[in-house]
C-alpha cells in the first residue's frame, strides 16, 4: 500500500500533509468510501488503463469528446441494471486550489 493512503500522512511534505487534510474532509463531508490502493498491471486492469492511456497509447483509445468518451466506456464496461457510467471533472476552483498548494 501507498503510506498516505493508508495513515494519511505524509512525513516528507507540509504541502502533501495538507493536501490530505483536504482530502479527509471532503470525504468525510461526501461520505465517500475509504481510499484503497493496489497495482494492478494494465493489460489486467483495461477498466483503469484505458482512462489513464486516452491520449496517446491506442489510437483507438483517441476521443474527440468526453460523450465520445462515455459512451465508448459504456459499451466497453456496462454497468448493472441499464446503468451507465458518468464523467467527473473537478471545479476550477478546486484545481486552483491544488495548483496553488503545490505552488
Known sequence: TVAW??????????VANRLLR????????NRA??????HIAGDRNKLGDIPSRSFGYKPEWHFKSN????TF?????????????TGFCITSAVAMKVMHELL
Not at 33 to 38: E, G, K
Not at 67 to 70: A, E, K, R, Y
Open 33 to 38: 468510501s475509504p481510499l484503497v490502493t493496489v
Open 73 to 85: 466506456f459504456n459499451k466497453k464496461f456496462p454497468l448493472p441494471s441499464q446503468n451507465s457510467w
Open 67 to 70: 460523450l465520445d468518451f462515455l
Open 5 to 14: 493512503a493508508t495513515c494519511w500522512v505524509s512525513k516528507r511534505s507540509r
Open 22 to 29: 483536504v482530502l479527509a474532509v471532503r470525504m468525510q463531508v
